[in-house]
């Protein structure tokens, strides 16, 4: 099976080409592109490096978050806009299991604005704990239940010591399709709260 597979939860947006034959999962083109937080471009121009360099996909792979609200929904659309036009299988997995950790486990920990954190603890492609919200300030109190555990974020975040930065590989993401059947329909966004919306500043009548 060639998938092609890509993840825009963070602003590092990633994208893969990857072979599965036999047991054997290889990996012909990845790459990992800047994605500013009002555009997503890089997205597009790195799913066409994919298909240039390593021809059509059997299937596509797309992370679904937590993340970026405009990031995520771009990914998703593009991934089943492909899938679609293509007629062939979509497959959707959560972000933070296509993040590279060591096997007995790490947190994985992202900004979710408004003053909380969204929180997940993986080991080996599985939740040991589902992503969650957290308020920030919360956030290592929790974390300290397991203190043996590495902490990855795709950035720096206030209150977080020895931090690693890493973001979702597409690579990793791809090969969660062996875990899973295809997604029936469009897959939803992992949302865990309503979108941070800056309110409309009112402009008086009398100004």
């Given amino acids: 099976m060639n998938i092609l597979a890509l993840d825009s939860s963070s602003q590092a947006v990633s994208v893969a080409f ?107 492609g599985v939740f040991l704990e589902k992503p969650f919200l957290s308020p920030s300030h919360l956030a290592t109190l929790h974390m300290a239940t397991r203190p043996d555990l590495p902490v990855i974020s795709s950035t720096a975040l206030d209150g977080i010591p020895h931090l690693h930065i890493a973001s979702p590989m597409a690579g990793l993401l791809a090969t969660l399709s062996e875990n899973g059947g295809p997604f029936d329909g469009t897959p939803e966004p992992l949302y865990l709260k309503p979108p941070h919306i800056t309110s409309p500043r009112i402009i008086s009548s009398n100004s």
């Fill in 18 to 124: 990857v072979t599965r034959s036999n047991g054997q999962t290889n990996i012909i083109f990845q790459e990992t592109l800047h994605q500013a937080r009002f555009e997503s471009s890089s997205l597009f121009t790195g799913m066409l490096k994919a298909k240039n360099v390593a021809g059509s996909p059997n299937a596509v792979v797309v992370g679904l978050g937590p993340g970026s609200y405009n990031g995520l929904r771009a990914g998703i659309a593009a991934a089943r806009a492909f899938a679609t036009a293509m007629e062939i299988p979509l497959y959707a997995f959560p972000s933070p299991l296509a993040v590279e950790g060591p096997p007995d486990g790490f947190w994985v920990i992202g900004d979710a604005r408004g003053g909380h954190y969204w929180i997940a603890c993986v080991k080996e």
